[in-house]
T-cell receptor
Framework: GAVVSQHPSWVICKSGTSVKIECRSLDFQATTMFWYRQFPKQSLMLMAT?????????EQGVEKDKFLINHASLTLSTLTVTSAHPEDSSFYICSARGTGLDEQYFGPGTRLTVT | GNSVTQMEGPVTLSEEAFLTINCTYTATGYPSLFWYVQYPGEGLQLLLK?????DKGSNKGFEATYRKETTSFHLEKGSVQVSDSAVYFC??????????FGKGTMLLVSP
């Protein structure tokens, strides 16, 4: 089946620094990737949708200058949290969908802790 | 807007017990409905889906029927196993590529 990986699985950073999270489709070409944020005991909230080679489309209320998304290739998308603050601490999950695939495949998630 | 409401957990059951996790939704149009499962340390996996009213999705002994009249998509399994312990998410897709998720329900099955 289609596999999506994320790296790192867990990251701790200091307030004010930036951190990059990678999302890779391992055995298919991901024409569309999605980034979600999940708070404890909360639903997954879609942050943005990115198509390969295009600018990401952000959901209402998501700061695009703070959460930089790059989808430069058909197998890699990155989410960079810039100038992170403790309130950015969360579980970030990506998913990917490829041509001819009718469902999204999810990565295992990345837990970000900002101290 | 679209929304999904599912029962809060954790749901704690003994092995071989009957499982029901309730899910109701609000959506415009005619959404497709999904159940995803997340095992510890892993990503979400599609468990089953239904694309129109009265459809029944089934997989691995789990079933859910798309009930338009009650806007529900309850997940059921006749006999749960310890290996079914996971978090279950109900979700809908109303014609666009984005999914709207419920908050998730943790299932704990004891031997």
């Amino acid at each position: 089946g289609a596999v999506v990986s994320q790296h790192p699985s867990w990251v701790i950073c200091k307030s004010g620094t930036s951190v990059k999270i990678e999302c890779r489709s391992l055995d298919f070409q991901a024409t569309t990737m999605f980034w979600y944020r999940q708070f404890p005991k909360q639903s997954l909230m879609l942050m943005a949708t990115s198509n390969e080679g295009s600018k990401a489309t952000y959901e209402q209320g998501v700061e695009k200058d703070k959460f930089l998304i790059n989808h430069a290739s058909l197998t890699l998308s990155t989410l960079t949290v810039t100038s992170a603050h403790p309130e950015d601490s969360s579980f970030y999950i990506c998913s990917a969908r490829g041509t001819g695939l009718d469902e999204q495949y999810f990565g295992p998630g990345t837990r970000l802790t900002v101290t | 807007g679209n929304s999904v409401t599912q029962m809060e957990g954790p749901v704690t059951l003994s092995e071989e017990a009957f499982l029901t996790i309730n899910c109701t939704y609000t959506a415009t149009g005619y959404p497709s409905l999904f159940w995803y499962v997340q095992y510890p340390g892993e990503g979400l996996q599609l468990l089953l889906k239904a694309t129109k009213a009265d459809d029944k999705g089934s997989n691995k002994g789990f079933e859910a029927t798309y009930r338009k009249e009650t806007t529900s998509f309850h997940l059921e399994k006749g006999s749960v196993q310890v290996s079914d312990s996971a978090v279950y998410f109900c979700a809908l897709n109303s014609g666009y590529s984005t999914l709207t998720f419920g908050k998730g329900t943790m299932l704990l099955v004891s031997p």
